[in-house]
């Protein structure tokens, strides 16, 4: 086979592949664990539920409150600055990288238009 058929089989291989593909946009997770005073929980919750948290899990140790949950990085950005102001600066964290999972649809198609909108 001639190199012009080589690589005219293989457009139209990867053509149709990007056809009949469904793709999705995976982002970055986070597995958190914030450590705040008790008085702070309802506070803590309610910021990072609205940074679409799933919590695993809540335990007490020495009077403190631990949380355990996975967020998306791209809603960590502040977050420093948020738990100092909802805790009087007595509320720390820490977090690693957990997984890739699938951006919700709605944040899907913003994402979709700004890079239509640039291209």
Known sequence: PST?????ATMKALSDAISN?????????????IVIPMEYLGDVINDINQRRAT???IETRSGFQII?????????FGYSTSLRS??????TF???FNSYEELPQELAE?????????V
């Open 21 to 33: 593909a469904e793709p999705i946009i995976l982002e970055p997770v986070m597995s958190m664990e």
């Open 4 to 8: 012009f058929a080589v690589s005219a």
């Open 86 to 91: 909802l805790t009087q600066g007595r509320g």
């Open 68 to 76: 355990h949950a996975l967020v998306p990085l791209s809603e960590t």
């Open 110 to 118: 913003e994402h979709i238009k700004k890079i239509k909108g640039l």
């Open 94 to 96: 820490t977090m690693q």
């Open 55 to 57: 919590i695993k899990g």
